[in-house]
C-alpha cells in the first residue's frame, strides 16, 4: 500500500517496565528501556528509531513513570507527548492514558520499549499488512512464530483468514505448561503474543468501555484533569489510582470480537532475561557473549558483562556474569528466570543499611 | 624461659610482596598486605600485633617499596623504622636492609607480612623455643607441619636434634612435584618453610657475605649512603641496584653451616591464593565463605567476598567470586592459581585503554 496516502499513524511507546530480572543493569530508577542491553543505545531510543520514518509516522507518545521522565526525554530527539504514570497499573490503563490524548480516529501503534526486534524492514512491512484492517476497525496485534514450546509468554490462536496476511484471533491464552506449549508449536497455528497492537484510539476505548469499564472510567476522569506542561502530561493521580490493574490482553483483546493477528517473522525477542540476552548473541567461538571490559579465558557458553567494571572470567562454562560498579550477579546459564527474586532480596539489604 | 630477662627481639616485617593471586583485592599500590583478607583488618596489622608484647618484642622495622609507605603508617600504630627497598630485590637484600639498620648482636625475628597464623600464642612459644638456639648463633627458621603433599611450598627436612624442640636442618628443598612430596609428608621429617626466620643481625649479616659477598656488599653500601627522615630511610637505591635478586631461603639457609628448624603447629597459610582463603573459613552449613554485602542462595562450597559492591550468587557451585568497585573474578574453586595471570591480563587492558 502506500503510505504516503494513508493517515500517519501514532507510535505509542510504553515505558513502564522495570525489568527486574536483568539485575544488576536493571534497578529502580533505571528499568529495562533505558538501558542499552546491547551495549550502545539504550532499548527506548531503538525502539523510538524504529517508527521514525515521517511519513509513516508522527512523533510518539511516551508513557512512562515520573521518576524517569528526565532520562526519557534525554533519549529522544522528538516526542509529541510524555504521559507521566502518577503509578503503574499495567497496559490496559496505561493505553488508555494514551488514547484518551488523541483524537478518536488517530492511529494508534502501542510497542514495548524493552524487546529486540532484528529485522526492522520486516516489522514495518507488518504495520502495512496491519494498517488497513486497523482502519476496518480491527484491534491488531501482531504474533511471533514461536521457535520453541516457551511457557513464558502468551500465545494466540488464529482463526479464519482476513486476506493479506491477517488473522482473525480464535483465542489468547496466557502461559501455558510445557506439553501445551509443545501442541501449539508442533500445531503451527499459534504465535506468540509480542504485545505490539495496531488499533484506532477510538476502537481500542470502545472496547475497553465494554469489557473493562473501570478502567476507561478512571482514565477517562484521570485524562479530563490532567496537568499539562510542555510536552509533558501529568493525568490526575487520584482519578487514576481507581482503575483496576490489569493488561491489554486481559482487558480487551481476549474479548473484544474485533480482534485479529498479523504473524510476524522480525527476529523478535522479548529480551527478558539474560538467558534472553546470550541467545541473542553475537556469541564467540566459545559461545561467549562478551560485552565491556571482560576477559574469559579458557571459559565457555557464558554471558560476561562489565559496565564500568573489569571482570574476568577464568575457565568457568554456563554462567552469567554481569557486573557494574555497585552489583555484581553470577547465576546458571538457563537459570536467569530466578533473579528477579535476586534482585528484590539485594534491594531488601540496600534498606537495611 | 624468662623473656623478661632475655634481650628484647626486634620484628622484621617485610611488607613487599604483591599477591598478584588475589586479584581483584590486591593490584599494585594496593599489595597484600594492605588489604584485610578476613575482612576486619590487614595482614599488615594483624603481623604487626603478633609481635606487640614490649616484654618480647621491641618496635618493628618494616621493610616495603616507598609507594605505600603512607599505607603501612597508617595502619602501624608504633614502628622503630620504615625502610623503603629502592626496587624489590627479594628477601635476602631486604632482610640485609633491616640487619644494617641494627646492632650486630640485635636479635631479628623475620615476619612475612601476608601470612595467617590462627594460634598465635604457639608461635610466641615457638619464638620462645627459638631464642636460645639464635643467641648462640643458630639461624632459625621456623618449621610447619604439612597436612598434606603441596608442590607450591619449600620443604626444610630435620635433622639432627638440638634439644628443646630444635633440630639442626639437613637439607632445604624447593618445590617438590607430587611424588616426592607424598613422600615427604608420609616420611615425616619435613616441614614447610613458612619464611619466618630469628637470628642475631651479625649471624645473619657474616653468613650472607660467605654465601652471596655482592648482596651484602650492595646491602651495605646502601645502608652506609642512606638518607633518613624522622622514621622513614631511604637505603641508596644505585647502590642497592647492584645486588642479586635473590631470596634468603637460596642465598644463606640452603647454605649456611648453623642453620636449625623449630617445627611449629600454629595453624599456619600463606593465605596465597582465594583456595587457601576458602580452606581457611569460616565456611557457613553450605561450604560458603561470604564476605560483605552478598547473597548465595542455593549457592554451595563457594567463596563470595564484595568490597564495596553487593553480590548475588545465584544457584552456583564450587566458585570463587570476589567483586570490587572496578573488579570482578570468577573462577572455578581449585584452580584460583590461574589468577595471577588474570591480574596482569587485565592490568594489560587497563593500560590499552
Given at each position: 500500500?502506500?503510505?504516503?496516502?494513508s493517515?500517519?499513524?501514532?507510535?505509542v511507546?510504553?515505558?513502564?517496565?522495570?525489568?527486574?530480572?536483568?539485575?544488576?543493569?536493571s534497578?529502580p530508577?533505571?528499568?529495562?528501556?533505558?538501558?542499552?542491553?546491547?551495549?550502545?543505545?539504550?532499548?527506548l531510543?531503538v525502539?523510538a528509531?524504529?517508527?521514525?520514518?515521517?511519513?509513516?509516522f508522527?512523533?510518539?507518545?511516551?508513557v512512562?513513570?515520573?521518576?524517569?521522565?528526565?532520562?526519557v526525554?534525554?533519549?529522544?530527539?522528538?516526542a509529541?507527548?510524555?504521559?507521566?504514570?502518577?503509578?503503574?497499573?499495567n497496559?490496559?490503563p496505561?493505553?488508555?492514558?494514551?488514547a484518551?490524548?488523541?483524537?478518536?480516529?488517530?492511529?494508534?501503534?502501542?510497542?514495548?520499549?524493552?524487546?529486540v526486534i532484528?529485522?526492522?524492514?520486516?516489522?514495518?512491512?507488518?504495520?502495512d499488512?496491519?494498517?488497513?484492517a486497523?482502519?476496518?476497525?480491527?484491534?491488531?496485534t501482531?504474533?511471533?512464530?514461536?521457535?520453541r514450546a516457551?511457557?513464558?509468554y502468551?500465545?494466540?490462536?488464529?482463526?479464519?483468514?482476513?486476506?493479506?496476511?491477517?488473522?482473525?484471533t480464535?483465542?489468547?491464552?496466557?502461559?501455558?505448561?510445557t506439553?501445551?506449549?509443545?501442541?501449539?508449536?508442533?500445531?503451527?497455528q499459534?504465535?506468540?503474543?509480542?504485545?505490539?497492537?495496531?488499533?484506532?484510539?477510538g476502537?481500542y476505548?470502545?472496547a475497553?468501555?465494554?469489557h473493562?469499564?473501570k478502567?476507561?472510567?478512571?482514565?477517562?476522569k484521570?485524562?479530563s484533569?490532567?496537568?499539562?506542561?510542555?510536552?509533558?502530561a501529568?493525568?490526575?493521580?487520584?482519578?487514576f489510582?481507581?482503575?483496576?490493574s490489569?493488561?491489554i490482553?486481559?482487558?480487551?483483546?481476549?474479548?473484544?470480537?474485533r480482534?485479529?493477528v498479523?504473524?510476524?517473522?522480525?527476529?523478535?525477542?522479548?529480551?527478558?532475561?539474560w538467558d534472553?540476552?546470550?541467545?541473542?548473541?553475537?556469541?564467540?567461538?566459545?559461545?561467549n557473549?562478551l560485552?565491556g571490559?571482560?576477559?574469559?579465558?579458557?571459559?565457555?557458553?557464558?554471558l560476561?558483562?562489565?559496565?564500568?567494571?573489569?571482570?574476568?572470567?577464568l575457565?568457568?562454562r554456563?554462567?552469567?556474569i554481569v557486573?557494574?560498579?555497585?552489583g555484581?550477579?553470577?547465576?546458571?546459564?538457563?537459570?536467569?528466570?530466578?533473579?528477579?527474586d535476586?534482585?528484590?532480596?539485594?534491594?531488601?539489604?540496600?534498606?537495611?543499611?
Amino acid at each position: 500500500m502506500d503510505a504516503a496516502r494513508s493517515p500517519r499513524i501514532t507510535p505509542v511507546i510504553l515505558a513502564g517496565g522495570a525489568g527486574s530480572r536483568l539485575w544488576p543493569l536493571s534497578r529502580p530508577g533505571r528499568p529495562k528501556p533505558l538501558i542499552a542491553l546491547s551495549g550502545k543505545e539504550s532499548m527506548l531510543r531503538v525502539t523510538a528509531s524504529r517508527v521514525v520514518d515521517p511519513k509513516r509516522f508522527a512523533p510518539p507518545i511516551i508513557v512512562c513513570s515520573e521518576d524517569i521522565a528526565h532520562a526519557v526525554e534525554a533519549e529522544l530527539d522528538d516526542a509529541a507527548l510524555l504521559i507521566l504514570e502518577p503509578e503503574g497499573r499495567n497496559t490496559a490503563p496505561a493505553i488508555a492514558l494514551a488514547a484518551l490524548n488523541v483524537e478518536p480516529d488517530a492511529l494508534l501503534l502501542v510497542c514495548p520499549s524493552d524487546h529486540v526486534i532484528a529485522d526492522e524492514a520486516a516489522f514495518l512491512a507488518a504495520v502495512d499488512v496491519a494498517q488497513p484492517a486497523a482502519l476496518e476497525g480491527w484491534l491488531v496485534t501482531f504474533g511471533i512464530k514461536p521457535d520453541r514450546a516457551a511457557t513464558g509468554y502468551g500465545y494466540i490462536e488464529r482463526g479464519e483468514s482476513l486476506g493479506r496476511g491477517i488473522f482473525k484471533t480464535a483465542s489468547f491464552r496466557e502461559k501455558p505448561d510445557t506439553a501445551t506449549a509443545e501442541g501449539w508449536v508442533a500445531g503451527g497455528q499459534h504465535d506468540w503474543n509480542a504485545g505490539i497492537f495496531l488499533f484506532r484510539a477510538g476502537d481500542y476505548l470502545q472496547a475497553l468501555g465494554a469489557h473493562e469499564p473501570k478502567v476507561l472510567e478512571a482514565a477517562s476522569k484521570a485524562v479530563s484533569a490532567q496537568r499539562r506542561e510542555g510536552r509533558r502530561a501529568w493525568p490526575d493521580s487520584q482519578a487514576f489510582a481507581a482503575s483496576p490493574s490489569v493488561s491489554i490482553d486481559y482487558a480487551v483483546m481476549e474479548k473484544a470480537s474485533r480482534v485479529a493477528v498479523a504473524p510476524v517473522d522480525m527476529g523478535w525477542s522479548d529480551a527478558g532475561s539474560w538467558d534472553a540476552l546470550h541467545e541473542l548473541g553475537p556469541l564467540d567461538a566459545d559461545g561467549n557473549l562478551l560485552l565491556g571490559d571482560v576477559a574469559a579465558p579458557e571459559s565457555a557458553n557464558c554471558l560476561v558483562r562489565g559496565e564500568r567494571v573489569k571482570v574476568v572470567a577464568l575457565g568457568v562454562r554456563d554462567l552469567i556474569i554481569v557486573a557494574t560498579g555497585d552489583g555484581v550477579l553470577v547465576v546458571p546459564r538457563g537459570d536467569s528466570q530466578k533473579v528477579r527474586d535476586a534482585g528484590a532480596l539485594l534491594e531488601k539489604m540496600r534498606e537495611k543499611k
